[in-house]
């Protein structure tokens, strides 16, 4: 399953290569057999892809982590992007009872007392939510860019999640930062108000901050912790996601000729 699944993200990447972001996306739509998840932070790139995955009608889910921790600004760009593309997105949420003994084990900030803490409350918030939004998903949809940070640099636009199995499309992977901003500025897409105030990525309020002149994009996450570190394990390959079910085989229908270019 491993070969094909490689094999099949190694092709769709390449068909995805030439095409803009609306046939990018009903490629996506046409080719990927099974069901399609796209997890939204509310960030400015999510922001941008579920412009226009509901200008393209795609049939993909919106979903996204609540973990709790969340800035009340990005509550309030949730109902607004509710409101203008007429849709419920649908949260995951950390389980009740396990967060409970996280906090009363950790302390409610104990997340900073090392990586290995702040990786396992990060783990409990969004990693095994992730698992169950992703349960039996064929394809999982995120706004990562390449250009976000180091450790992102080589994000392609298809790629195997052979933990998951299924295949994880970034559309916006060759996408500049100024690219993003352009579609929602142009768009009148709500966007997150913290992004006015330094905040290029928005993770919970205790992870992160502004970003000084001259940051990386990603600096102001977690910003105690080395830059190497820098991950919350949504994105890191062969990440477990403990406690949800079995994923369901990718399955994806790729055509044999040269794919169509963007009129």
């Not at 080395?226 to 062969?238: F, N, W």
Request: hydrophobic share 40%; net charge neutral.
């Amino acid at each position: 399953m491993t070969d094909a699944l490689d094999r099949a993200a190694q092709e769709l990447s390449l068909a995805l290569a030439p095409l803009d972001i609306a046939a990018r996306l009903a490629l996506i739509d046409r080719r990927v057999e099974g069901r399609l998840v796209f997890t939204t932070s509310f960030g400015l790139e999510d922001q941008a892809l579920t412009h226009h995955l509901r200008m393209a009608r795609s049939r993909a889910e919106i979903v996204t982590l609540d973990t709790g921790r969340l800035f009340p600004e990005t509550y309030d760009v949730w109902a607004e992007t509710e409101a203008a593309y007429d849709v419920r997105i649908r949260a995951y949420v950390p389980d009740r009872e396990a967060e409970e003994r996280f906090v009363a084990q950790q302390g409610i900030n104990g997340f900073r007392h090392s990586v290995e803490a702040r990786q396992a409350c990060c783990g409990l918030r969004k990693v095994v939510p992730l698992g169950r939004a992703l349960a039996g998903a064929a394809a999982w949809i995120t706004g990562l860019r390449a250009g976000q940070s180091a450790n992102r640099a080589e994000t392609p636009l298809a790629e195997a999640d052979a933990a998951r199995g299924l295949i994880k499309i970034n559309p916006l992977a060759d996408w500049s930062r100024e690219d993003v901003a352009r579609v929602v500025h142009e768009n009148y897409v709500p966007y997150n108000v913290l992004h006015d105030r330094g905040f290029p990525s928005i993770g919970c309020a205790p992870c992160t901050r502004a970003v000084k002149v001259g940051e990386p994009e990603r600096a102001g996450r977690w910003w105690w912790e080395q830059e190497s570190k820098k991950e919350c394990g949504l994105h890191v390959a062969g990440a477990p996601d403990r406690g949800a079910t079995a994923p369901a085989q990718s399955s994806v229908s790729l055509p044999s000729s040269k794919p169509e270019l963007a009129a």
